[in-house]
């Protein structure tokens, strides 16, 4: 669909992670209108927030319609990270992405710290929320660890139509 009303996330965020399926080229040629306005942002706003290009689905192999190459030469063109993942298969594989995305946010910031974020919700503003200046990874579960629970979201139930959403404890949801 492409970036509508950027102005929400541009602002605030500490890293830009611009997702596509591998077996989806029109989410890949989604992605494009992304990464040029985050490139566009990144001319003007200093210090350039990190960007990291995904394609998810790597278990989709066989259906695969976008090339590793293809996504590699488009990140290498906006100057991003390139990875490519298996959401559903491979745990680690997004945790690393994850990981890097603290990595680079952290050592892109201006002071080598996480601005704290202004927005927790698509729509609200909310005051008081708690910076990411301290993140604590002790809490994220090791995989064997971690557990499916299921919680009640307003998103789950308006969005999905469904009365609840199944996640691995330990993701906090702000
Ligand atoms: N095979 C496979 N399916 C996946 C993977 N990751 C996500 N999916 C499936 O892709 C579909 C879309 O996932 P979502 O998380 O809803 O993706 P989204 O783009 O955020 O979708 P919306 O928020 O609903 O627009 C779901 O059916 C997921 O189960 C993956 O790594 N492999």
Redesign the pocket.
């Known amino acids: 669909e492409g970036p509508v009303n950027s102005e929400r996330y541009l602002s605030w965020a500490n890293v830009f992670l611009v997702v596509y399926s591998i077996d989806n080229m029109e989410s890949f040629n989604g992605c494009q209108l992304y990464l040029q306005t985050l490139a566009s942002h990144n001319k003007t706003f200093r210090p350039q927030t990190p960007i990291i290009l995904l394609g998810?689905?790597k278990?989709?192999d066989r259906y695969r319609q976008v090339r590793q190459s293809d996504g590699e030469a488009l990140a290498s063109h906006f100057g991003c990270v390139f990875f490519e993942v298996?959401?559903?298969?491979d745990f680690h594989s997004v945790q690393q992405v994850f990981h890097e995305a603290v990595r680079r946010a952290r050592k892109g910031g201006a002071c080598g710290c996480l601005v704290p974020a202004i927005y927790a919700s698509e729509d609200k503003a909310l005051l008081g929320v708690p910076s990411f200046t301290t993140p604590c990874y002790k809490e994220l579960p090791v995989p064997a660890n971690a557990k499916l629970i299921t919680v009640k979201t307003s998103r789950a139930q308006s969005k999905r139509r469904a009365s609840t959403l199944t996640l691995l404890k330990g993701f906090k949801i702000f």
């Open positions: 998810n689905k278990d989709m298996s959401a559903c298969q």
